[in-house]
Structure formats: structure tokens, C-alpha cells
């Protein structure tokens, strides 16, 4: 009996260096069969040197990488069966859409009626079945989005590797092809693997996401996971967003307690998941916009719970945007303070207005400083 591998793929202690620099340092993750899986990080991480060396195109300075079981190492890019997906998609412009999709069928060697079949069955699965005739300059920035895919699934990978290839797009055609993409994966069954410096991307269609920093994987999980339970403190700055203040711990009980800010703000917080803090430690806080509370100074219907913390501050101004509106306001100490509002239109907030900042110590996340994040 044949054993189907638990994962489409598993990298081992990976590891590249060029010369004294490590791009990449002992990375292990296992991917299971038919996931949307990120790589999350800052321009220069790591994480498209990682991606090349699982396509085939640089080879390992350590470790193992195992497709559907199988160790890959020394096994050539043609060899692999991942494809990859860039930026700039290369679709060749002198074919047309038809002739696109059927190039690497071609160079397999399948026959002209195997290739018509196939060729109809992926574009109908891309919802774009009669657009086979099509010269390449005659479609939408999403239709050759989805045409490079196409041309990548019609082979039968895998592994798709996705290069950060929303990012020639527009900013509407991006936030539109964000779900499209998640909708493709669930439609082929495919694991695909998505590089990305834009969160949001990353957050909206991945089952899981890696955060990579400096090489190394800081941690792994859901996106609900990640937003609500990182592990250290980059990955509370990177993912999201966060009001950050730093400062000395006053008073812990290990899981939670009192900070004096730089501000000189008295602060009640509780440790993150896993974290002990001690009294005398440097610690980061971080606390989401969205768990901010603006209350008008004075507002005798204002329910403050004892334990809250809070801070007095002057409206600086108001960022609207819909559902997502903002107010900024700017704290005794100087600092300015993002917190989320509804703004209506009428008796909304105003720039100069006086207001309390209320939220719970359960929102404040708090991290042992580590190092610059």
C-alpha cells in the first residue's frame, strides 16, 4: 500500500550564506497538502532566497528540503515539480493566451489533443474559459494574473511558488486579486507558497503565515494567531498595527503589572503568551488602535473600569476611512496615539478636542526588550 506524504513540503535546518553573510539561518517548516502558506517579512529578510532555493535556482549551504517526502537536493529546477510565479509574470507576449498555457505541455511532450483538454479544463477553472484566442496585450491586469497561473497549474504541481506578485498592480486590482487568489488555491487543491513584505495580503488569504526576520522564522501561525498572540515583540510591530511605548517595569507578578513608560505614563499590562516579566526588566508595550477607547473629557456616560488604564491627550486630527477611521491624538509627554473610531459626520470629534484614552491591561502586550525591532 502506498502512503500519500503528510506534506507537499518540509524544509530542514536550511541555511544560506554567501561568503561571511547568512541570508538564511537553520529555517524548518512543514507544509501540509493543500495550504495557502506565506513568508511574511521586511525587504531583505531572507525570504526570496528561501523561495529559490525550494524552486531549485540556489542550492543550500545546509539542510534538507523534501518534496511530497522526497529530498530534492541536487535535483535541478526542471527537475522539481514546483513552478514559480514572478512579479512580472514573463508571459511570452508573441503567444497568444492558448499557446500561453500550452508552452510547457509542449516541452513535455504531451500530444496536440491532450493539450486541447487540458488547456480548456484550466481556463475554465480560472473562470475564463473563451479567452484562449486572446494576444497577451488584450487582457486585464488580473486576467494575466490568472493566466500565469494557468500556465503554472496545467502542469500539475506540487508546489506553486508565488514571488510578492501583486505587487505591479494597482491598488484596487491588488485588494481584488487578494481574494481571487485564495479562491484559485481552493479550486486547483494546490499547496501554494506566498513571498510577501504586504501584511495584508498575507493575513487575507493564508491558512498559515511565517514571520521571517533577519533570516529566521520568528514565528508560525494562523493569522488570528499571529495578530493576537505574538510571540515577541517584531512580530507585534510587524503585524498590524500597534500604539508602541517603552519603558522599566515597576511592579510584576511575572504575568502582569505595572511599567513606567519613557513618558513617564504608569501603565498596567500583562505579559504575552508564554513571556514572564520580572520587576527592573526593559520591556516594550504594544496595544492595537482597535482596543483604544476615546472618550470626550467629562462624559459623565463613560464606563471606566478601576483597573483601566488611561490617558488624558488633545485631538490632533481625524483619518477617515470609512468603517476603518482613525483619530490621532497627541499625549501630554508629545506622543501621538492611534486610536479607532466611527465617524458619522455629525458630532464627531474635533482637532483640539480634549479626551481620555481608556484600555484594558489585558490589550497592553508587553515584551522583554530583545534588541531593536
Given at each position: ?17 554567501f561568503?561571511?553573510?547568512?541570508a ?14 506565506s513568508?511574511?517579512g ?12 525550494i524552486a ?36 511570452f507576449?508573441m ?9 510547457g505541455l ?31 496585450h488584450?487582457?486585464?491586469?488580473g ?33 481584488a486579486?487578494?481574494?481571487?487568489l485564495?479562491?484559485?488555491?481552493h479550486q ?14 498575507a ?5 498559515h503565515?511565517a514571520?521571517m526576520?533577519?533570516?529566521r ?5 494562523t ?6 498572540r ?41 505579559a ?15 496595544v ?30 481625524l ?10 491624538v497627541?499625549?501630554?509627554?508629545g ?18 478636542e480634549?479626551?481620555d ?17
Open positions: 500500500m502506498t502512503i500519500t506524504p503528510a506534506y507537499d513540503l518540509e524544509c530542514i535546518d536550511i541555511a544560506k550564506s561568503g561571511d553573510f547568512r538564511v539561518k537553520d529555517v524548518s517548516f512543514t507544509i501540509p497538502s493543500g495550504s495557502f502558506f513568508i511574511l521586511p525587504s531583505g529578510c531572507g525570504k526570496t532566497t528561501l523561495m529559490r532555493m531549485g535556482f540556489e542550492t543550500p549551504s545546509g539542510g534538507d528540503i523534501k518534496i511530497k517526502g522526497a529530498s530534492v537536493l541536487g535535483t535541478p529546477p526542471n527537475k522539481r515539480n514546483v513552478k514559480m510565479v514572478f512579479q512580472h509574470l514573463a508571459l507576449p503567444m497568444n493566451v492558448y499557446e500561453n498555457i500550452a508552452y509542449r516541452c513535455k511532450g504531451v500530444s496536440n489533443d491532450e493539450i486541447k483538454l487540458k488547456v480548456q479544463d484550466v481556463l475554465e477553472r480560472i473562470a475564463l474559459p473563451d479567452v484562449g484566442h486572446r494576444e497577451i488584450q487582457l486585464s491586469g486576467q494575466k494574473q490568472r493566466i500565469a497561473i494557468a500556465r503554472c497549474m496545467v502542469l500539475d504541481p506540487d508546489v506553486l511558488l508565488l514571488d510578492e506578485p501583486l505587487g505591479a498592480l494597482d491598488l484596487k486590482l491588488r485588494e486579486m487578494k481574494i481571487e485564495k479562491l484559485l488555491q486547483f487543491n494546490t499547496t501554494f507558497i506566498y513571498i510577501t513584505h504586504d501584511q495584508s495580503e493575513l487575507v488569504m493564508s491558512d503565515v514571520i526576520n533577519e533570516g522564522f520568528e514565528q508560525i501561525g493569522p488570528q494567531e499571529l495578530y493576537h505574538p510571540n515577541t515583540s517584531f512580530v507585534a510591530s510587524f503585524v498590524g498595527d500597534s500604539n508602541r511605548w517603552s519603558g522599566k517595569v515597576a511592579d510584576s507578578d511575572g504575568t502582569g503589572g505595572k511599567v513606567r513608560t519613557e513618558q513617564g505614563l504608569d501603565m498596567a499590562f500583562s504575552a503568551a508564554g513571556q514572564t516579566i520580572s520587576t527592573g526588566s526593559e520591556v516594550d508595550i504594544f492595537r488602535p482597535e482596543f483604544i477607547r476615546t472618550i470626550r473629557e467629562n462624559d459623565p456616560a463613560a464606563a471606566i473600569s478601576d483597573g483601566d488604564n488611561r490617558m488624558s491627550g488633545i485631538v490632533d486630527s483619518l477617515f476611512n470609512g468603517a476603518n477611521s482613525r483619530v490621532l497627541r499625549g501630554w509627554s506622543e501621538l496615539i492611534e486610536a479607532d473610531v466611527i465617524l458619522t459626520g455629525t458630532d464627531d470629534l474635533a482637532p483640539g480634549k479626551v484614552l481608556v484600555w484594558s491591561p489585558a490589550q497592553a502586550m508587553c515584551f522583554e526588550k530583545t534588541g531593536a525591532a
